[in-house]
């Protein structure tokens, strides 16, 4: 078994170390929703991850313009799962509200749409520039004391960014339990940048989006295969030569995988809890969220990993 990350997600959060990305439920015109899938397929989706054990659920407030969040309150009030889900979403920190009483508000309105009387993890999106936004910290420990949010995060944070927040949460007594930055096999910047090093300094949970490179771990892109949901969109920009450039990367994700009977997406989530971070890639319907959740209960070799480690060093 992966290490457990329950305690990187601190306290009363017992998570698997795997969950699952909500920003393509109800965003239409990034990812196809209403199209492709809709409310029928993403609630599926949440009730086999629970019945899977990924019970950890990351949306935002600027998911769908709050569609995601609401889809999340629907499908927790519908039920039909057993267990408890865990919610995780995020303060978009824009110039015009960075006053602490701008996230106080947000806190509520994401509680109204979500349903819920506690969020769970509520995570900063993105690192503003502004002095001022420092400030946010102070109002997340605010939210905590009245009891609205468990645990706090940070996302798309640096290391000196997340150590600074870090020190200014347990100035208040709050421990930042994550950071959510990009990182999987194509793109592995967090173990140049420092951010990876200073998860495990602080033992602060690194939450890994886009883990699946937007579907180009899956292996069903080729050249000439038609791309889905937001590869249709961006699939275009990147091309037929860097596809041809992740292609060696599938074909040892797909070898791997015939020796464990795991798909490629499952070697490549795999990889990810083997770092120690905790992976959410998005699951827009049943099939994709129960193939995911094959990544949990088993491991990959030394050999293996450092065959993988070879041949995404470009990806440094
Ligand atoms: N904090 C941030 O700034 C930030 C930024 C980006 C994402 N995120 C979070 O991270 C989550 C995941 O990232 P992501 O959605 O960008 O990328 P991802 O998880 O790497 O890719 C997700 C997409 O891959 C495809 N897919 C998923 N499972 C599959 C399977 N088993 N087989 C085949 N295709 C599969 C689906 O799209 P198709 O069916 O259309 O191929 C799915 O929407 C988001 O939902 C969000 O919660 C956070």
Redesign the pocket.
């Known amino acids: 078994m992966q290490r457990e990350v329950t305690e990187g997600l601190a306290g009363d959060l017992k998570v698997a170390p795997l ?7 109800g965003t239409s015109r990034l ?2 929703y209403g199209q ?2 809709g409310r029928r397929e993403v609630g599926d989706a949440f009730r086999a991850s629970m019945a899977e054990g990924v019970t950890l659920f ?3 407030e600027i ?1 769908g313009n709050g569609a ?1 969040e609401r889809i999340i309150g629907e499908v927790l009030r519908e039920g039909g799962f057993d267990g408890t889900p865990v919610i ?1 979403t ?1 303060f978009a920190p824009l110039p015009y509200r960075l006053s602490p009483r701008s996230l106080i508000s947000a806190v509520d309105r994401s509680l109204e749409r979500l349903g819920v009387s506690t969020i769970d993890l509520y ?1 900063i ?2 690192p503003s520039p502004l002095p001022r936004a420092m400030g946010l910290m102070d109002a997340l420990a605010e939210v905590v004391r009245e009891g609205k949010v468990r645990q706090v995060g940070v ?2 944070y640096g290391a000196e960014q997340m150590r600074r927040a870090h020190d200014r949460l347990a100035s208040h007594g709050v421990r930042l339990a994550s950071n ?3 990182y ?1 096999l194509l793109d592995r910047a967090s173990e140049t940048n420092g951010v990876l090093d200073a998860c495990r300094d602080l033992d602060i949970t690194l ?12 292996g ?1 892109y080729g050249p000439g295969t038609k ?6 969109r961006f699939g275009r920009a990147f091309g037929e030569q860097n596809l041809r450039k992740v292609e060696p990367v599938v074909q040892i994700l797909r070898e791997i995988g015939e020796a464990h009977a795991k ?1 490629p ?2 070697v490549a989530l795999n990889w990810l809890m083997g770092q120690g971070t905790l ?7 049943e ?6 959740a094959g990544a949990l209960g088993w491991s990959l070799s030394e050999d293996e990993k450092e065959k993988l480690d070879l041949a995404t060093l470009g990806w440094r």
Do not use: C
């Open positions: 969950g699952v990305g909500a920003w393509a439920w990812w196809g492709e899938y990351d949306t935002a998911y995601s995780a995020k995570q999106h993105f996302s798309n959510q930055v990009r999987s939450i890994a989006y886009s883990p699946i490179a937007q579907g180009l771990l899956t069903k791309p889905s949901g937001i590869m249709r798909e997406t499952q992976p959410i890639p998005g699951a827009k319907n099939r994709q969220a129960r193939q995911n």
